[in-house]
């Protein structure tokens, strides 16, 4: 009876014994945390791109009311041309004439209105795609600044406190400030900030780029 009770024993031994150096063979977990988000917002080439993305917006918005100004009018001469076609005051030739003219006008009327909207959605899929092809390249830069802090401070896990639940609340409930490298990754990434750009707070929207 004492055999098995000692097997046992000795297996436990052994195994608490392999785990342990399994624990001592791996590297100590030393955490940092980041709000990847507030770095996104503070960094001057995303800055620079949402101030020159909302500048085209803002040009494409100035050329769809000026075709939206010469819509109305095309509308206003189509109106009259319907109006003429169907007054008692004209004869049958001068009535037909102007039905021609209105039917005429109706196309461009159609043809216009559709090349502006055309342009509408082309141009809000543009943007689209430029913001989004930015932030992927943004982030790579955000990624590796995270990467060449963490490895300063012997960081070996990094956590981004930006992140929401599916409740909306951070999915970190409490995290020590001392282990936040936000600030130092604002600050590197932004070291090739050119002396004249003038960054924004987070919390305020990037000034339209000079002309």
Same mark, same amino acid.
Do not use: C
């Given at each position: /009876? ?5 097997? =046992?024993?000795? %297996?436990? +031994? ?6 342990? /150096? ?28 949402? #101030?020159?993305?909302?500048? %085209? !917006? &803002? %040009? ?9 100004? !010469? ?15 169907? #007054?008692? $005051?004209?004869? @049958? ?5 102007? $039905?021609?003219?209105? @039917? ?19 141009? @809000?899929? @543009? ?19 995270? /990467? ?18 599916? =409740?909306? =609340?951070?999915?970190? +409930? &409490? ?5 936040? =490298?936000?600030?130092?990754?604002? !600050?590197?990434?932004?070291?090739? $900030? ?18």
């Amino acid at each position: /009876m004492r055999k098995p009770i000692l097997s =046992i024993a000795l %297996a436990g +031994i052994f195994l608490a014994s392999s785990l342990s /150096m399994q624990a001592a063979d791996a590297p100590a977990v030393k955490l940092a945390t980041v709000d990847v988000v507030k770095v996104m917002a503070s960094y001057w080439k995303k800055q620079d791109s949402e #101030s020159k993305i909302q500048e %085209a !917006a &803002h %040009a494409a918005q100035e050329y769809l009311q000026k075709e939206g100004a !010469a819509l109305d009018e095309i509308k206003k001469t189509l109106d009259d041309a319907v109006e003429q076609g169907r #007054s008692s $005051m004209l004869t @049958e030739d001068a009535k037909k004439k102007a $039905m021609s003219d209105a @039917e005429r006008i109706y196309q461009q009327f159609q043809e216009k209105g559709q090349q502006a909207e055309q342009f509408k959605e082309n141009k @809000e899929r @543009e943007l689209a795609q430029r913001r989004a092809t930015d932030n992927a390249r943004f982030f790579a830069d955000i990624r590796e600044a995270v /990467m060449e802090i963490a490895k300063a401070r012997g960081a070996t896990v990094v956590i981004d406190t930006s992140g929401r639940s599916n =409740i909306g =609340i951070s999915t970190i +409930i &409490h995290a020590d400030p001392g282990f936040d =490298i936000t600030a130092d990754v604002v !600050a590197l990434v932004n070291k090739s $900030m050119p002396a004249d750009f003038k960054l924004q707070s987070p919390e305020a929207p990037p000034a339209p780029a000079a002309q």
